[in-house]
Structure formats: structure tokens, C-alpha cells
């Protein structure tokens, strides 16, 4: 395994430490251009910082009649997914004429709030934004088809198994299937001992990554209205049955003892310490894994497993660029072929090259289409590949308008799971009477206003 020399950003962690940015409401001087100011961190020219560089030369020369580019380092935000504080970037002085979100959740949040730009007639006809995934296309639209970001880069979550616990337990980690929801829960059994569970469920996975194992039984915790609005769908059977299952898993003790864990690094040290031997897993995460002493190759990914009801799909989390709302259509075209141009197929299969040519991980999966990204994965192992494939053939991206169900939903569903003497359907009815009175009604309200 070649030796990393610098983690290329994790999607977790898109929304102010990565990506590209341009700008708006600065002051330009009169050259006849428009200007956008890109805090694409070009300043700092050590790893794949040297080859954005190199990519913004060649803009500039291809642009650079046009469109003026001033490169400054993005503003420090003390927490990545923090709707207030990119709210405050897209409203402050010389404000970025565009930023990277990390789910389109936070977008449409950001969308609602009036801060972000519909470009949906920008991109019309635009060969790269076309080249896109479609599932990532329409990730970036609102409810009435508005695209309102530009899709870059995505997440495919997976299902770990380290394969040490698979040997103990008598499996062939090459081998074994996990296809059903029946399998999970034999296997689940077999891999639990005193030294580790065989399960994760974590509180974490229930705001930041919901749809994991619901997708897998074809359910949707809510449900967005063409109008925007929000249904919630907690009570639907398919939502109930997959609470019933996890509620399964950690009542006969095959998955950690605390599923209330909300903070990632309790979480991750829950991973790295082996304290379970299934865990959700991100293929972007794989070099957290190498820093941790833990070789790829020591995990075996796995798609989620069907669920009961039959209707699977699994999840995707796309990561964007929303455009300040504020820019006049001169420098919403500017800003768009510089990021157009920052998502090309050419700008890619140029990154993964220089990557690899340059020993670094590379942790970014794009939306492009036709980018031969699979050949230049210096450190995932085969596996690992194969089943991202797989798992992108169901994807899907189920965020909606905003992502204050999530925050009901995830406080209420480990005490649903951990509890065994209460019926699952009164407390999910109860957990969407709280939602509704406390956050939900008031939303739809000004949705329609």
C-alpha cells in the first residue's frame, strides 16, 4: 500500500474545508470582467493543493478575457455542517458567490432560507453539468424541479465487516453471504463475544445517516409533498418493521451496549477498537482507517441486506455547490464554468492520474459519469470496489427540504429501539405528534407562504 501523503477531504467534511468557492458583493474594479473571489485554498501548494493550481492556470487561460478569479483560503467554520455558520459566509462582506454543502439536505435548508440561487436555467445545456449521475442531478432539485446545486462529489454507505471476527466465527470473509435481513441476524449472532459485539447502531446514524437500513426495507421516515411540505411517514409499516429489526438486534444483545452515541469520535474509537464487528462503513473513510493502524483489507464491505418487504434501494449522499443568492446572471455564468470546469470528466480523470502518480489517498467518489475513477484507487481494496458498483446501481438520494425531522426522529429513536416493553407503532405515532407540534407544523406554514 503506497504511503499517503495527504487526505484528500472526507464528504463528511465538504461544506468549508474543501471544494471550490467563487464570489459575490465584492468590490470590482473596472476591467471589463466579471470577478469572482474562490477560496479554493491555492495559496497552499503542498499535495493535491499543487494540482488545483495547476487546474486554475488553465482556466485562467481559457477564461481569463472573461471571468477574473481571486483566489483567497476559505473562512474557518468551527462545525462542517452547520447550516447558522454557512448562512452567515453566504451573508457576510466579499461573501463567496458559492460554497460546498456536504448533503442537499443542508442545501434546501439554505434554499428555504432565501440564500441560495435557482440555476436551473444557468445549467441549461450545460455539457458537464449534464454528464452528471442523474440520481445526483435530481438530488440537487427542490420539490418543484428548481435545480438549485451542482452536484460534485458523493457518499456510498456500506456495510463493514472486519473479517478477523467472520474467521472466528467460521465464516470465509471471501465467501459468505448477507443478502437478508435473517442472514444479517445469524451472522450478527455468530459474530458476538465476550470481546465484541456483533452489531453497531449508533445515535449518529439516526440524524446524520437515516436511510441506511430503512432504504434497505424500502421505507422513508418522511416524505416530501409537491408543494414542498413535509409528511412524516413514521408509522408506515415498513418504518415500524425496520425498528422492529434493530430493536431485535439489540434486545438479544448482538449490537453495543450504547446506541445513544452522538458524538463521532466515541464513535469511531467505538470502530477502531474492533467493539463491534459490523458497522456502517464509507469507502471515503478508508484513510481514518489507515491513520488508525487498521489496513482496508482487513474489512470486508457488504450492501446493506434486503429487508422484508422486498422494495431495496440504498442510500447516497451527495455533496453540491449552492450559489449565493445575491449574484447578479453575469456572475452566476462566471461562477458556473468555473465549477463546471473544477467537475469536468477531464478535471477528474486528471485528478485521479495525479493522485496516484503522487502516492495520495484519494477519498472523493464524483458525480461524473464517465470518469474511469475505479483504476486509479491506489489503496481500496478490490472488494471494496465492486460492491460500491453494485451498491450505486440502487442509490439513491432521499434528503429533503430541511432536516428538522431528523432532529426529532434521532432523539427519540434509541430509546424506541433499547425499549422492549413498549409497542413501536404508539411511540412512533407520539415521536410524530412532538415532531408535528414542535417543528413540523409551523414549517409547512411557511413553506406555503
Not at 413535509?230 to 450504547?258: A, Q, W
Request: aromatic letters at 12%; glycine letters at 6%; hydrophobic letters at 35%.
Amino acid at each position: 500500500m503506497k504511503k499517503i501523503i495527504k487526505i484528500i477531504s472526507v464528504v463528511m467534511s465538504v461544506v468549508l474545508i474543501s471544494g471550490l468557492f467563487g464570489g459575490c458583493g465584492s468590490k470590482e474594479e473596472k476591467t471589463g470582467k466579471v470577478k469572482i473571489i474562490a477560496p479554493d485554498r491555492v495559496l497552499n501548494e503542498v499535495g493535491i493543493n499543487a494540482f488545483v493550481k495547476q487546474k486554475q492556470e488553465e482556466f485562467d487561460k481559457l477564461y481569463g478575457d472573461e471571468i477574473e478569479v481571486e483566489h483567497i483560503l476559505p473562512v474557518a467554520s468551527s462545525d462542517v455542517n452547520d447550516v447558522q455558520n454557512t448562512s452567515a459566509i453566504l451573508l457576510g462582506n466579499d461573501a463567496p458567490s458559492f460554497v460546498g454543502v456536504s448533503s442537499t439536505i443542508f442545501m434546501k435548508d439554505l434554499y428555504n432560507m432565501g440564500l441560495v440561487k435557482d440555476i436551473t436555467a444557468a445549467v441549461e445545456g450545460n455539457e458537464s453539468f449534464n454528464s452528471n449521475l442523474e440520481a445526483s442531478i435530481e438530488a440537487c432539485k427542490y420539490s418543484d424541479g428548481k435545480i438549485i446545486g451542482y452536484p460534485t462529489n458523493m457518499e456510498i454507505p456500506l456495510l463493514g465487516f472486519y473479517n478477523s471476527a467472520l474467521t472466528e466465527a467460521g465464516y470465509d470473509p471471501e465467501n459468505f453471504s448477507c443478502e437478508t435481513w435473517d442472514e444479517y441476524y445469524e451472522i450478527a449472532k455468530k459474530l458476538t463475544t465476550s470481546a465484541h459485539a456483533g452489531a453497531s447502531i449508533y445515535a449518529s446514524e439516526f440524524f446524520l445517516w437515516p436511510n441506511n437500513w430503512f432504504l434497505a426495507n424500502g421505507a422513508e421516515l418522511a416524505v416530501q409533498n409537491s408543494d414542498g411540505t413535509i409528511k412524516l411517514n413514521y408509522t408506515d409499516k415498513k418504518v415500524t418493521d425496520t425498528i422492529e429489526f434493530l430493536r431485535k438486534l439489540y434486545g438479544d444483545g448482538l449490537t453495543n451496549d450504547n446506541i445513544g452515541f452522538t458524538d463521532v469520535d466515541n464513535m469511531f474509537t467505538l470502530l477502531y477498537n474492533k467493539t463491534v464487528s459490523s458497522f456502517t462503513m464509507y469507502p471515503t473513510w478508508i484513510s481514518r482507517f489507515i491513520d488508525a493502524g487498521i489496513n482496508p483489507n482487513e474489512i470486508t464491505l457488504k450492501k446493506f441486506p434486503k429487508g422484508p418487504s422486498g422494495e431495496y434501494k440504498s442510500a447516497m449522499y451527495v455533496a453540491s455547490k449552492i450559489f449565493n443568492s445575491s449574484l447578479s446572471d453575469e456572475q452566476l455564468d462566471a461562477a458556473i464554468k468555473y465549477v463546471a470546469f473544477m467537475n469536468s470528466e477531464e478535471y477528474w480523470n486528471d485528478y485521479f492520474k495525479y493522485c496516484s502518480e503522487n502516492s495520495i489517498s484519494i477519498l472523493n467518489i464524483p458525480t461524473v459519469k464517465d470518469v474511469d475513477w475505479w483504476s486509479s484507487l491506489t489503496d481500496f481494496p478490490e472488494q471494496w470496489i465492486s460492491v460500491t458498483k453494485e451498491a450505486l446501481e440502487t442509490a439513491t438520494d432521499t434528503s429533503l427540504n430541511s432536516n428538522g425531522y431528523s432532529t426529532y426522529i434521532s432523539a427519540v429513536l434509541p430509546g424506541i429501539i433499547s425499549s422492549s416493553d413498549t409497542d413501536v407503532a404508539a411511540e412512533m405515532e407520539k415521536a410524530a405528534q412532538t415532531t408535528e407540534n414542535e417543528w413540523l407544523n409551523d414549517f409547512n406554514k411557511s413553506v406555503k407562504k
